[in-house]
């Protein structure tokens, strides 16, 4: 069974034009996700959950090859300050070399200027952490959203991966949250979930359109 199911995702994704839905809750039952500094379980009845702990965390789908396409997927952090940052990592070369678009939920009801530009962020760790890219290159890859959700509430992310820039999309919005120029033009096929320091998430819905 596992076999099989392996085989069809390879087909699908494998076959260009095509969207592939990817249920994270069987994706977890067959053993297709390697976590990484974190605990994984069912959310719900089609999602997962990865819990809290110190430092970054992934759920990395073993099955899945990807390099530029789009990423469709619902996620769900918390109004929880300095303690709920929720994304996607995409690039991934190993547990620490990667990229990553995430949010930062208890920042989508600030009132504070500087607080609200900082609901989004790409990285490119290790080297361009956040703090290394707010210090050096200001308002450079953070971005307000254009209408942000209730932080405990599910919202819906479209992340176009191009050869030179990011692209996203929050919650069907026609215009993008945010445009980016990549910080790397390296090709690993990873893609996973991520979470940060401190973080839980929850993540469902995860839709997978591959450019060949």
Do not use: C
Not at 8 to 15: D, E, I, K
Not at 61 to 86: C, H, M, W, Y
Not at 93 to 117: G, H, L, M, Q
């Amino acid at each position: 069974m596992k076999f099989l199911l392996n085989l069809l995702l390879f087909v699908v994704t494998s076959t260009s034009g095509f969207s592939q839905a990817i249920n994270l809750a069987e994706q977890l039952k067959w053993n297709n996700i390697t976590i990484v500094n974190r605990e994984v379980s069912n959310y719900e009845t089609d999602g997962i959950e990865l819990n809290a702990r110190e430092g970054n965390g992934l759920a990395i789908l073993d099955q899945v090859e990807f390099k530029t396409g789009t990423i469709k997927l619902e996620i769900k952090g918390e109004n929880a300050p300095g303690r709920s940052f929720v994304g996607f990592a995409f690039n991934i070369e190993n547990d620490t070399t990667y990229e990553a678009v995430y949010f930062r939920p208890f920042n989508f009801i600030a009132k504070e200027a500087e607080r609200k530009s900082h609901m989004m962020q790409y990285i490119y760790h290790p080297v361009y952490t956040w703090y290394k890219l707010r210090e050096e290159r200001t308002d450079e890859f953070e971005r307000e959203m254009q209408t942000p959700p209730k932080p405990e509430n599910w919202f819906k992310v479209k992340i176009e991966v191009k050869d030179k820039n990011v692209v996203v999309f929050v919650n069907g919005q026609p215009e993008p949250d945010m445009k980016i120029e990549r910080l790397t033009s390296s090709t690993p096929t990873k893609i996973g979930l991520w979470v940060g320091h401190g973080s839980s998430g929850r993540f469902r819905n995860l839709i997978i359109s591959k450019e060949q």
